[in-house]
Each structure stands twice: as C-alpha cells, then as structure tokens.
C-alpha cells in the first residue's frame, strides 16, 4: 500500500464554493474532513454515468505527481496540463513505504494514470518515448494496443491509476487485465481503477467503493448494482428490453 485515505481540508474550500462544481458532486463532498479510507491494495470505483468516478481518479493521480494526461508518474516529459480545482486540494495519507516513495526525488514516484478521455491521443503519442513501451501498437487493433500498453506499464509496485481500462477489452482480456492487476496487488504496488466492468472488479481481494447520491460506500462485489443487473439481462434481456422497446 501506498496511499491509505484521500480527504481535503474543509478550510481549503471556502463555504460559498461549495455550492459549485466539482464540490456539488456527492462523492468529492464526501472527501472534506475526514475522507475516504483506501482499505486494500486494489480498489474499484464503481458508480453511474456523472457520479463523479473520473473527476476522482484524476484527482489521485494530479495529487500523486503522475502525469495528468495519461503517463508515468516522474517523467520529465509529462504532458503540461493544469491541475484540476479538487486535484490542488486533494490530500493522500501516505503509508511509510508511500512517503518514501512520495518525499523522495520525482523519478521515484512510479506508476501510471490512463486517463479515460485522453487513452487513445496518449497511446498515439508516447509509444516509443523513453520508459514507455517499444511495440508498434499504431498496427495494433484497439484493444490488442491497449492490452500492449498496460503489460509493459503495469509492472512493479507503483501507484496505478486507471479509468475504464476495460473500453477496448473483449471478455478474455478483461480476464488477462483481472490477473495482472491482481499481481500487481499481490506485488507491493497500489491500483484504483474506476470501472463498469463487473468482470474487472472481480479482482479477489479488491477492496469496491460505489459512488453514488449517498456519497462513497465500501460494499462487497456480490453487492454491486452492476453485477446484479449484468446477472439478470444475461439471464434474461427480455425482461429489461420490454420497457425500452
Ligand atoms: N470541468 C467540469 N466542469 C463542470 N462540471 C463537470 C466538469 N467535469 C465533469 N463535470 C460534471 O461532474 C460530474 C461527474 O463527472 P465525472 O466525469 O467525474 O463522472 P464519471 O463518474 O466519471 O462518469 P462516467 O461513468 O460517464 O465516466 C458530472 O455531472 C459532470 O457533468
Ligand atoms: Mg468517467
């Protein structure tokens, strides 16, 4: 572990901006005070469209020194880009072994953020820079580049940040992204990862937070809304088809 909570200070944000965005969005006004405990190696965001799930990855990764576009954390060729108003704010508790690594220069600070908007400019634009990968994935199909992409990113015990690294996946490499984000827990690194994907977070172990109106809610993957409706379409699409068609 590396991180272990992410909250904001309630004097950084003055009281008349809390009436606006991002501080409106139920799962960044959770963060004010005490915050929101990181309870395991790998955990999943799993909310609806607009909860907020991005605006809070980004966010980590801002606050971690990543590269905000998507990238490596410690590059000295991180794309410039602002940070983001909760990204400025936003606090992490660090672990001993994540203050290590957080205090020391910024080529230590390992990890990757793919980040969802930017996914397919950063993989057109970084493949073959120095400490990216070296394969041609501009002759790759989609989801073969991305799968590329995060075998030789996904290595080692660093802070990973991911949104929605499912979009190009079939079923099978969803499966292969299961295992090595599993790994990668099991491996001293750290990995927060929004996702729909109920196969992603499936990962075992994997802590899932579900955002929503409420807020931030730890819950058990058997007891996502995802997993349940993803059960009963596949079972029977009918049933959901029938007040839409
Ligand atoms: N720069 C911005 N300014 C104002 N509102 C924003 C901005 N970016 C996002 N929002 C709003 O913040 C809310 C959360 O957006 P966010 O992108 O974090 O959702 P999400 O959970 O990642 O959704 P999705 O599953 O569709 O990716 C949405 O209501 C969105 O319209
Ligand atoms: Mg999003």
Known sequence: MIVDRIRVHPQLVHADDRDEWPWTVPCVGALLG?????????TFLVGENGSGKSTLVEAVAE?????SYGGRGGSRYASPREKSTLGERLHLDYTPHGLAMASGPRAKRRGFFLRAETAMGMMAEKQGWPGYWEERTDLMSHGEGFLTVFESMFQGPGFYVLDEPE???????????VALLAELGRGGAQVICATHSPILASVPGAAVLEIGEHGIQQTRWQDLAIVDHWRRYLERPEAYLRHLL
Do not use: E, H, I
């Open 34 to 42: 005490a915050g929101v405990a990181l309870p395991a190696p790998v």
């Open 167 to 177: 979009a190009a996946l079939s079923f099978t490499s969803s499966l292969r992204l």
């Open 63 to 67: 606050a971690f020194g990543l590269d």
